[in-house]
């Protein structure tokens, strides 16, 4: 045999150790090359490929105090309204994930969004947790809200769930569409019934024809329809809506879920919901309005013949920058104000400031409502006027005052001698200092 060359395995290891040393500065070097941070709508560190990897980090932080004018009311109190962090990126220019957390654990179940992005050109296909496409105003970010809760028929609506959406745009953006299929029980949380129902569809679509119009009166139209439909188990009925005062606590102003005062609900046939939109933004004012209906079909309880219960709700609102931002419709949802000069008192700017009033107004079925619970109303009309102050881009104040009008006596509080207390009027100010970064 004949030994070409022999190999001193001491020696090898303390060759790889030099090489290490002497790459690791060229390492750092090309790192920081390839890879820079910076700020854009949330913090980021991105590949200086075009189209290569990013990671967005964000979040948001609201804290609020309420107080309420009525002294049935035992409420007033300084509450987290949010805590969440949020993490966006992409893999390459075809793949992209996000993922959202919330730490307040009041009203979720902590796992908010959860997806994977598959890209092809102005069309993406979502898989995973995340919001159902339906109404401007639930598609809209919190940041991009000017007053402390979304309307009344933001619970008719569908939230996030788990499913498929295929999503993008046509002819530059003039319109956008999204549609998809879903479990139909809410997030992960959400517990499944029994009975075999099948997964909800639920579409939006929006039209903005004057996108490309040289006239300013006319480029900021947009109005858009959404529908969700699907076959439900009895367990899935969880409607709860609630008032700006009534977020976050325990009264609501209707309630249906599967155990109704009128027994356990034994059968339902379909649950559906239509959305009908219209904004238009122009110079410093924004208009915006929407028509939610809800309908579970032939709900049976115990003993009764099967009956459909329908609800419906609309609002109109308007918002008014008074130091002359102009707010902003795009991609088929609202963006968020950006001030023109930020919080700086020693240069004499003092950030943005926005004027907002909304009226409201929700139909409840009268059929459904057991008057001896006073927990449901047949109908609420509410009317909101809210002030914010945009400090920065991820900052802001909002001052919030809400009147909502009960058709029926809702039951707020037991005393201790067995009473009970009960408002047929709600008056409540909100006070929000939020970040959202």
């Not at 109190?77 to 993490?87: H, N």
């Not at 075809?94 to 796992?111: A, I, K, S, V």
């Not at 003993?303 to 102009?326: I, K, Q, R, V």
Request: aromatic share 16%; proline share 4%; with cysteine.
């Amino acid at each position: 045999m004949i030994r070409l060359f022999s190999v001193d395995p001491g020696s090898i290891w303390k060759s790889f150790l030099l090489l290490i040393a002497l790459l690791f500065p060229l390492q750092d070097a090309l790192a920081e090359r390839v890879f820079f941070a910076g700020y854009k709508g949330g913090f980021y560190i991105r590949s200086e490929e075009e189209g290569g990897m990013e990671l967005r980090l964000g979040g948001a932080f609201q804290t609020d105090y309420r107080y309420y004018f009525e002294d049935e009311r035992a409420d007033n109190r300084f509450d987290i309204r949010r805590a969440r962090l949020r993490f966006r990126g992409q893999l390459t220019r075809y793949f992209r994930f996000g993922m959202e957390y919330e730490f307040q654990g009041n009203e979720t179940d902590n796992l908010v969004d959860a997806y994977g992005e598959a890209v092809f050109g102005p069309s993406a296909l979502r898989f995973g947790q995340f919001k159902e496409p339906f109404s401007l105003e639930w598609q809209s970010v919190d940041k991009a809200q000017y007053f402390a809760e979304r309307s009344m028929g933001y619970y008719l609506g569908p939230k996030r769930d788990i499913g498929i959406m295929l999503h993008g745009s046509l002819f530059q953006d003039a319109v956008m569409y999204s549609g998809g299929f879903f479990n139909g029980d809410g997030d992960d949380g959400s517990a499944s019934g029994p009975e075999e129902d099948s997964p909800e569809v639920a579409a939006r679509i929006v039209f903005s024809p004057f996108k490309r119009s040289l006239s300013s009166w006319l480029n900021g139209i947009q109005f858009g329809a959404s529908a969700t439909y699907a076959n439900i188990d009895p367990l899935n009925i969880d409607l709860k809506v609630k008032s700006t005062g009534m977020v976050g606590t325990d009264t609501s102003l209707y309630v249906l879920t599967h155990n109704t005062k009128f027994g356990v609900i034994q059968d339902v046939d379909s649950r559906r919901r239509i959305g009908v939109e219209a904004a238009w933004a122009v110079g410093p004012v924004l208009f915006q309005g929407e028509y939610f209906s809800l309908t579970y079909s032939d709900l049976e309880a115990s003993g009764d013949h099967p009956a459909d219960a329908e609800f419906s709700t609309w609002y109109a609102s308007s918002m008014w920058c008074l130091t002359g931002e102009h707010p902003i419709l795009s991609k088929g949802v609202v963006k968020p104000v950006y001030p023109n000069h930020f919080f700086n008192p020693e240069a004499g700017t003092w950030g943005a400031f926005c004027l907002a009033a909304r009226i409201e107004h929700f139909d409840g079925d009268e059929n459904w409502i057991n008057p001896a619970s006073y927990v449901s109303v047949e109908e609420a009309d509410a009317y909101s006027l809210a002030m914010n102050w945009v400090l920065f881009p991820m900052a802001r104040i909002v001052l919030d005052y809400t009147h909502t009008d009960l058709s029926n006596p809702i039951r707020v509080r037991v005393l201790p001698d067995g009473s009970a207390d009960y408002i047929d009027s709600e008056n409540v100010i909100t006070c929000r200092f939020s970040i959202d970064f």
